[in-house]
C-alpha cells in the first residue's frame, strides 16, 4: 500500500526546538503499571509527578482511589487503565471497570481495544466495542478523558502489507465512538512500543479530531523528541523523571533554557 504520508526530510527536532522543560512535563503520563508495584513505589511516583506538573499519574485500577486523594489540588491527573494489558475482557466488562475507577476519581482512563476486530478491519466491531464503554465513562463522568491503546507493534507486524490501512480504520474506530486519544501501546506487548512512523499515521488520520499518545520504549530525551516531532501530544512513560533530568542536563550545558 502506498503511504499517505511523506518522510522525506523528516527532522527529529523540526518544531519543538524551543519547547522548555514545563512544556515536556505537561506532556507527560507518568506511568507505573508493574503488577508488582507496590504502596510505596506509587507514593514515589505521585511525588515526583507533583514535583515536575506532569500531566498525569497513570496507575492500576487498585490504586485509583488512593492517587486521586494524594493527588487533589496538584494539578496533576489521576489516570488509570482498562482491559490491561490484553484488551481480551468482554466489553460489559471494561465498562463496568471504567464506571468503578471513575467513580473512585479516575480522570482519564487508558482503553485496551480487543485487537482481533482491528486486525480484522472490522470497524463496525471495533466502534461498538468503544462506544459501549464510553456511554458508561461519561454516563459516570461527562468530562473523562478516555484514550484507547490499540497496540500498534502488534497490528503493524501482524498486518503486514496493510499496516497503514490498520491504524487508519482504528483512528476512524476512536474517532467516530467519542474517545478523545489514539495511543500506540501498553509496554507489555512482545512486539514492542511506539514508532515515529505509526505516531505520524496517527497524527494524520487523527485529523484534528483526536489526539496522539506515545508509550512503549520511551527511556530517553532523544525518543521523547522524536514522538513529540512525530505528532505525540502525550508521552507515556516511566522514565519521565530522568528525561526530565537529562533535559536540564542539556540545559545547562547550553547555558539556555530549552532544547
Known sequence: MKSLVSWTGFNAGEGISTMNASELAAKIDHTILKPEASAAEVDKVIAEAITHRF????????????????????????????????????????????????KEGAEEIDIVAYLPHLLRL??????????????????????????????????????????????????????????????????????????ERVVRWMDHYGAGAIKVKASGGIRDLR??????????DRLGMSAGVSVMNELGGQDSDAGAPGY
Open 122 to 195: 472490522d470497524l463496525d466491531a471495533a466502534r461498538g466495542e468503544l462506544i459501549e464503554i464510553v456511554r458508561a465513562a461519561r454516563a459516570t463522568r461527562s468530562d473523562v478523558i478516555i484514550k484507547v491503546i490499540v497496540e500498534s507493534a502488534a497490528l503493524t507486524s501482524i498486518n503486514k502489507g496493510r499496516e497503514e490501512e490498520t491504524i487508519k480504520l482504528a483512528c476512524r474506530a476512536v474517532i467516530e465512538s467519542g474517545c478523545d486519544f489514539i495511543k500506540t501501546s501498553t509496554g507489555f506487548h512482545p512486539a514492542g512500543g511506539a514508532d
Open 55 to 102: 500531566a498525569s499519574v497513570c496507575i492500576s485500577p487498585p490504586f485509583v482511589a488512593h492517587t486521586s486523594a494524594k493527588l487533589k489540588g496538584s494539578g496533576v491527573k489521576t489516570c488509570t487503565v482498562i482491559g490491561f494489558p490484553n484488551g481480551t475482557h468482554k466489553a460489559t466488562i471494561k465498562a463496568i471497570e471504567a464506571t468503578s475507577t471513575i
Open 223 to 232: 525518543t521523547a523528541r522524536l514522538m513529540v516531532a512525530a505528532g505525540a
